[in-house]
C-alpha cells in the first residue's frame, strides 16, 4: 500500500487523517481506491469525464505526475502520494 | 601602559620599522583589538585576535610561537598586554607596535577600510559582513537592492522585519487595507495603537523605528492590470504574500514580462508552501499552478484560521530566499517547491518543472509586443469562485 498524504482541505473528507494508506499499482489506482474509502474526495480529485481536475496537482514522491506517466504512473509500496492544491493565503 | 608584575620588557617596534618587517615577509601580524574596531579599519594581513580571547584564539591566528610576530592595536596599550602575555605563553620572538594603528594612520602607511559604509552601518551590519558570503560587498548589495512586498499582511509583515532588519535599502509596501485587530496574532509589524491605520503607514513606522537605512515606499492601494508593470518595473525582486488567486496569476504575468524574480508563499491552516520564480530560468507560477482550484478548495485565512507563527516561519524563509538573489550566493528555491507542514514540523521538497506549454514562460509564448505591454486577460474572471472574489490584498 502506498502513503497518499492529504492536503488540510481535503482531511474533513478522510477524517482529518493527514496520510492514508491506499492501494494501487499506478497513481490512477492509488487515488481511485482513496476516493473509495472515503468518498468525500471524489469530486474535488476527478472531473466528470473521470480525469484529474486540472488544479490538482499529484506529485509521486518528489515528482510531478504530468512529467512522468500521470495517472499511468506505476507506483511501489515505498512510494508517497503527495495531493497538493494551490492556496493563495498570504 | 603599566603593569605591575611586569617581569621582562615587551620589545616595542615604530610603526615604519612594523611596515618595512611586514614587507619583508616572514612576519605573523596580530590585531588585538574588537571585531568593530577591525571592521571599521585594519592593516592588510592582520589577523583579528581580540584581547578577550588570546589565550583561546592565538595558537590558530600564531601556530608558530618562535615565529616573528608583530601585535598592534589602536593606540599601543593592548597589544603591549597582548605581547607580554603571548612571552608568557611561549612565543619568543613578539613585538608590540608602539602608537598602534593611530600612529601608522598619522604617518600615513597604508591601512585596509571598509569601503562606502558609514561607522553606523559598519557596526550596524557587522554580524552580516563577518559572514564570507555576505561580506562588505553583499552587504552594499542589501544597502541598494528595491524589494516590493505584495501585501504587508501574515507573509509580508515577517518579511519586511527581517528585510528592513538587514538592510535592504528600498522596501515597496503594496498594500489597500487598513490594520485590524484580527491581524496582530501574526502580522507582527503593526501593533494595538496602530488599529485602522493603513497597513503601509503603519508598516512604515516600524520599519523606520528599527532601520533608518531603509527607504520605505507605501503603495497603498490595489495592484491591478492599470498599474502593476508601473508597480514592480523599478524593483529587483518581488515577495508575494497576496492573499487572493487573480493577483498572484496577475503578478505572474506581469513578472514574467518584465523579468523580475518573484518569491511567492502561501499559507493556510498550519500549512505553507513556498518557491521562487525566476522568469525563463525556472517555471513559473503558471507552470506550477496552470488553474486556479474553486473556491471549496481554496478557503482564505479569514475564514479557515491560519497559525501566525507558521506565517512568520514562511515570511522569514522569503526573506531569506530574497537575500539569497541579491547576493547571488546559496541555492535559491528555483525549481523547487517547500512545504512546510507546522502541526508535523516536516519539511517536504517538490519539483517543479518548466512547463514548455505554459501560455506565459512556454516555448511558444510570444514575444509580447510594446503595445499588449499591460494588457492582461480578465483574472477575476479566470479565477471566478476561486477566491476571486477577495479584493484585499493580505487581510
Same mark, same amino acid.
Given at each position: ?13 478522510t ?56 495517472l ?19 | ?5 611586569? #617581569?621582562?620588557v ?11 618587517? *611586514? ?7 596580530? @590585531? ?11 592593516? @592588510?594581513?592582520?589577523?583579528?585576535? =581580540? ?8 595558537? #590558530?591566528? !600564531? ?42 594612520? &598619522? ?28 561580506g ?23 518579511? +519586511?522585519?527581517?528585510?528592513?532588519? +538587514?538592510?535592504?535599502?528600498?522596501i ?20 494595538? &495603537?496602530? *488599529? ?8 512604515? *513606522?516600524? *520599519? ?9 515606499? &507605501? ?16 524593483y ?54 496552470? #488553474?486556479p482550484?474553486?473556491?471549496?478548495? +481554496? =478557503? ?18 522569503? !526573506?531569506?530566499?530574497?537575500?539569497k ?9 528555483i ?5 512546510y ?14 512547463? =514548455? ?6 516555448? @511558444? !509564448? ?25 479584493? #484585499?490584498?493580505?487581510s
Amino acid at each position: 500500500m502506498a502513503s497518499v498524504r492529504i492536503p488540510p482541505v481535503l482531511r474533513p473528507h478522510t477524517g482529518g487523517a493527514p496520510e492514508v494508506e491506499a492501494s494501487g499499482t499506478d497513481v490512477g489506482e492509488v487515488l481511485r481506491s482513496l476516493t473509495a474509502a472515503h468518498p468525500g474526495t471524489q469530486e474535488q480529485l476527478f472531473g466528470e469525464d473521470g480525469d484529474l481536475n486540472r488544479y490538482v496537482n499529484v506529485y509521486l514522491n518528489d515528482e510531478d505526475v504530468r512529467v512522468l506517466d500521470g495517472l499511468a504512473t506505476k507506483v511501489s509500496e515505498a512510494d508517497t502520494v503527495v495531493i497538493l492544491p494551490a492556496m493563495a493565503g498570504g | 601602559m603599566t603593569t605591575g608584575a611586569r #617581569t621582562k620588557v615587551v620589545e616595542e617596534i615604530e610603526p615604519f620599522e612594523a611596515a618595512r618587517e *611586514i614587507e619583508g615577509g616572514d612576519v605573523v601580524l596580530i @590585531d588585538t583589538r574588537e571585531p568593530h574596531e577591525y571592521q571599521e579599519v585594519h592593516l @592588510d594581513g592582520g589577523k583579528l585576535v =581580540p584581547p578577550g580571547l588570546l589565550t583561546d584564539e592565538i595558537a #590558530t591566528a !600564531a601556530p608558530n610561537k618562535s615565529a616573528r610576530t608583530i601585535v598592534y592595536c589602536r593606540s599601543g596599550n593592548r597589544s603591549y598586554k597582548a605581547a607580554e602575555q603571548m612571552e608568557v605563553m611561549g612565543y619568543t620572538d613578539v613585538a608590540s607596535m608602539a602608537g598602534g594603528i593611530l600612529l601608522w594612520q &598619522e604617518q600615513g602607511l597604508p591601512v585596509l577600510a571598509a569601503d562606502g559604509m558609514t561607522p553606523e552601518q559598519r557596526d550596524r551590519y557587522s554580524r552580516h559582513t563577518l559572514l564570507p558570503e555576505v561580506g562588505i560587498d553583499g552587504q552594499l548589495k542589501m544597502l541598494n537592492a528595491k524589494v516590493l512586498l505584495l501585501g504587508a499582511g501574515g507573509l509580508g509583515a515577517p518579511a +519586511a522585519l527581517y528585510l528592513a532588519a +538587514a538592510g535592504i535599502g528600498t522596501i515597496g509596501l503594496v498594500d489597500d487595507d487598513v490594520v485590524d485587530a484580527s491581524n496582530l496574532q501574526r502580522q507582527v509589524i503593526h501593533n494595538t &495603537e496602530r *488599529i485602522g491605520m493603513p497597513k503601509t503607514a503603519s508598516a512604515r *513606522i516600524f *520599519i523606520e523605528g528599527l532601520n533608518p537605512d531603509v527607504e520605505v515606499v &507605501e503603495h497603498n492601494g490595489r495592484l491591478d492590470a492599470s498599474n502593476i508593470l508601473d508597480v514592480i518595473e523599478g524593483y529587483d525582486v518581488v515577495v508575494d504574500g497576496a492573499d487572493n488567486f487573480p493577483t498572484r496569476y496577475l503578478l505572474n504575468d506581469a513578472s514574467v514580462r518584465l523579468r523580475k524574480p518573484v518569491v511567492s508563499a502561501s499559507i493556510l491552516g498550519f500549512d505553507g508552501q513556498i518557491s521562487t520564480f525566476a522568469p525563463f530560468e525556472g517555471p513559473c507560477y503558471r507552470c506550477l499552478y496552470p #488553474t486556479p482550484p474553486p473556491a471549496e478548495l +481554496a =478557503p482564505s485565512c479569514s475564514a479557515n484560521g491560519v497559525l501566525g507563527v507558521m506565517a512568520g516561519t514562511m515570511g522569514t524563509l522569503q !526573506a531569506n530566499e530574497v537575500i539569497k538573489l541579491i547576493l547571488g550566493k546559496g541555492e535559491p528555491l528555483i525549481g523547487r517547491l517547500l512545504l512546510y507542514d507546522a502541526l508535523g514540523t516536516r519539511f517536504t521538497e517538490l519539483k517543479v518543472r518548466r512547463d =514548455p506549454n505554459c501560455p506565459i514562460c512556454g516555448e @511558444d !509564448a510570444a514575444e509580447i509586443p510594446e503595445s499588449e505591454m499591460g494588457k492582461f486577460p480578465d483574472y477575476d474572471a479566470f479565477c471566478a469562485g476561486a477566491g476571486g472574489d477577495r479584493q #484585499t490584498l493580505a487581510s
